[in-house]
């Protein structure tokens, strides 16, 4: 909901709606990600959206809302509910002859001062908030409804960041990035508006960084050069008069790849159905099938009716200069006349409820030969035809928590332990659009049960609305909100960032920015509707919105083996049409052109265009690494248990605490078993708690609680420091992690004992939903991420960490999750004695104090209270306090690496792989060892690697190749020396590897220029560093403390490794070259169709193939 929107744009909500997927060239793991509207995004975060804490509700009485333990919070952040007036004269101290000043406001809970200028020639909007954070973010916002499927606000997104008219090169956007200290620099495309945002706690990188973005939304080079329509959007190719005519296109085949997931087939088919009228109903990322209906000249107008200032909303964030904000602003904007039109001629029209009778369709949805043939069904509602007040905005979300909040909550509870489906589709409530929407559903439903679902979702809505909601139900969502509310964690993505998006959820639709972030009042408000009215308050809106509201449509995906065949053969005959069409003269215009637009993509800017772009200097960097407060602790209190503390200047009162437990004596049989044991220890309930009353004890007390598995691969003592190691000494740990305020602390260290000690593990039914939502989960993503998984299949095969990693989440545990699901049904108590083994194992009493080890982070005044709560849980824990050591594994082999050794020659052999699954695009790797045990690995690496990211792979598998991306993985501190080339939604298999076998030689030529040009050599170490220095929350400044010192190295050390990048030179990049030419033991994996893979043999790029779906 909107007034939520600033904290939780949203994990589920967020979703729904969503045009593209984030990609990510800046950071060296595996880039992008799914389920938002981000198209380019070169963060270092691979996520644009927020997703807050994954909290669990709970409460036991209404005293609670009164009292919880999120509204005990402390935060200098958080002042009054009401604006004094020299609050209002602080906002107001700034003005500016070029504006008119417009409202005025204080957004008391983050501390933002805000003030609304109008730009007095254009008519420009600009919300500029200032406040005392240094990590700045601006934002301009244009609302781009679409009439078509074209994809056309999609393809402009993409196509404005290349070039314009002050900053000429054919990539600014791209060459700003190499040598940029961004700590957020994304463009997002929504159904209705386009997004431009960025963040640097630099401020002459801010400045930088804006005038290029600026520049390139008001003057892109894109609407006068068609090449630009062509490289981003689509093209005609065509080499050989003899050869196929092809698609070609960075947008159309990023959406190629969107279009082979199901879940986005299932969303898509979704939000068209019940918005059958309005803008919603198109989809603004575009349909292959209609991406090449797109002309040059619509794209055009369509850059020309939408990209006005008058259709703008610019946002600043931060402590920079307030005057010197829009003296910059009125640089641009100043150009432009009014333009009245504008705005009116993007109004998002309301979709009326039409619908008068619930409807249900059917679509096809494209399966594998081996894969199960089972459906997916979604119910979705329109919820409201005018805009919500902010505390109805509060009541649908709080309404939503009720229902889908969690597992534990009644519609996911009740659909999850129906049977009927193996995962949840839809998630509940979206609402980041004009109009807010419910979907909810199954998927791995077979076919005869399809109509069960669509009934048990209305039946329990029913059931819902007679039997009402529990105090303890409403106190736990109620809590578990108002945490996430006021404690503003953002983590690495900027708070600015998160307050734009918030803001634009009424801004957009021109209400007021700041209604959509004030929460105060809205809580008192509905905290005394609940006092007076209790349950009625959600009961009145679930009957009203939902239960009797008809305007709901049911979609279901069926389940085809020839659809993928047929819309490839769709294509094919599409482009024989074309081209039988086509005239001799013709068909070599567009060889002519095929020819033109590689040339363009392969040429180097001239020297005088890559001197427009801005930049900073060596000069501008940091020199010396941050280093974190940290005290260790060990045997505290003769507890035999290893306690860890990073007191920071403010945590608002909230204590962040991680307890990790050693799980080296866990069977190696058992570890696949693991991820599986870490969710049960908060989902099927403990002790004498179910697994409702467990979830609303953690939502009551604390922030949230989870488990997960750590694994860490850690350096011998014999070794020196960022040298290459066997990788056979490990720390293994079950960490569990949760946040509380200081007064509710002991009450979260009494759910860490409960879960950890008395799980509920004997849960047959439990266990077998979450393994087949698992293996449901992993099915979506090997189809839409197919890109990680091949990096893992490649690391399996040359690491002992890579080949644990691949056997607990890679395509080699889909095997393991089927056999695991097979033996729960048929053999329960096998599985339930391996489960017991593990707790058994986790909890020797001899050794597992030793392993223990209570991290916890807080300011000076945290730390303080929680001491008496801290005593009393190292004393609780179970085991002897005196009993034995455990091995020391920084320094002996680890027994699970013992075992996987024997395995990885058989599970993961050294031999180029296919993977075949459902889908139109490829995602190919190949990768091997650049470095041999016992090397040292220089500093220079990170710059390097990363100078390939955002250029040579950028340039050659994305620019000219068109995937949707091109990257490479190398980790300096990794231990392992492996290296991988890796593409996302790649039209292409074997013509991708051929550029991977091509990068030696460009590297060897970039560093002979290198010689030559220490403008370009300091750009790359520049972009590195930026990488080392991101802004973190206060629970992430924590947490890195904590596993520079489990990975023991030195402050020491980490300044050296800063040094080596500072003082690159351009034989570094000579050295990387030669390892790349050398690069020992190299195999190939890919992620891709039968198809491709058939093409690619013929191309002399064979691999052994293994059907996945």
Known sequence: MAILACIAIATRRGGRHMTAAAFCVAKSSTGPTTSTTSTRAFSRNSLPFLTGSTCFGGSSNSKVLATSAASLISSSALMSTTATQEDVEKVAAVEHPSYEIISKDVVTEYGAYCTMYRHKKTGAEILSVHNDDDNKVFGITFRTPPTDSTGVPHILEHSVLCGSRKYRTKEPFVQLLQGSLQTFLNAFTYPDRTCYVLASQNEKDFKNLINVYTDAVF????????????????????????????????????????????????????????????????????????????SFEDFKQFHAKFYHPANSRIFFWGDDDVKQRLDLMDEYLCEFDASPESKPASVVEWQKKTITEPKWETHPYPVGDDQPETNMVMVNWLLNERPFTPTEDLIVGVLDHLLMGNGQSVLYKTLMESGLGSAITGGGLSDELLQATFSVGLKGVQAENTKAVEELVIKTLEKVLEEGFSEEEIASSMNTIEFRLREFNTGSYPKGLSFMLGAMAKWIYDGKPTDALKFEEPLVELKAMIAENGDAVFKDFLKEYLVNNLHRVTVELAPSKSLESEELKEEQDRLEAIKSSLSDEELDDVIKKTVELKALQASEDAPEDRATIPSLELADLKREVTEFPIEVSENENDSGVTVVRHELASTSGIAYVNFAVDTSGVDYNDIALLPIFTRIMTETGAGEYTDVQLSQRIGTHTGGVGASLMKTSVTPDSVPSYAIY??????????????????????????????????????????????????????????????????NRIKARYSVGGFLDEKMGGITYLKTVNELIKQAETDWDSVLKRLENIRSAILN????????????????????????????????????????????????????????KEEMATIAPLKDEGFVVPTQVSYVGKGGLLFEEGEKVHGSTAVVSRFLRTGYLWDHVRVIGGAYGGFCTFNPMGGDGIFTFLSYRDPNLDKTIDVYDATADALLKAAEELEDDPEALATAIIGAVGDLD??????????????????????????????????????????????????????????????????AAKAGKVMELKQVL
């Open 1030 to 1095: 991101g802004a973190l929350s206060p629970d992430q400044k924590g947490s890195k403390s904590f596993n520079r010192w489990l990975l023991r190295q030195t402050p020491e050390e980490r300044q050296q490794f800063r040094d080596e990048i500072l003082n690159t030179k351009a034989s570094n990049f000579k050295d990387f070259a030669m390892r790349l030419k050398n690069m020992k033991k190299s195999s190939v994996a890919v992620v891709s169709s039968k198809a491709a893979f058939e093409s």
């Open 219 to 294: 003057h892109p080079r894109a609407t006068s050069d068609p090449s630009v329509h062509a490289q981003e959007g689509w093209h005609l190719e065509l080499e050989d008069k003899e050869q196929p005519l092809t698609y070609k296109g960075v947008v159309y085949n990023e959406m190629k790849g969107v279009y082979s997931s199901p879940d986005s087939r299932l969303y898509r088919q979704s939000q068209r159905s019940i918005f059958p009228s309005n803008t919603y109903s198109v989809d603004s990322g575009g349909d292959p099938k209609v991406i090449p209906n797109l």
């Open 726 to 791: 066997e990788g056979n000494n490990m720390i293994t740990k079950l960490s569990i992690r949760g946040k509380a305020t200081s007064e509710k602390t002991g009450e979260l260290f009494s759910i860490f004992k409960l879960i950890l000690t008395e799980a509920n593990i004997d849960s047959n039914k439990k266990v077998i939903e979450m393994l087949k939502e698992t293996k449901s989960r992993i099915e979506s993503s090997i189809q839409g991420s197919g890109h990680s998984y091949a990096n």
């Open 845 to 900: 009493n001899a050794t597992c104090r030793s392993g223990m080890i209570l991290d916890i982070t807080g300011d000076k005044a945290v730390m303080d209270a929680i001491k008496p709560s801290v005593e009393e849980f190292l004393k609780s824990l179970p085991g002897d306090a005196v009993g034995e050591k455990l091995q020391d594994y920084y320094n002996t082999e680890h027994p699970w690496a013992t075992k996987a």
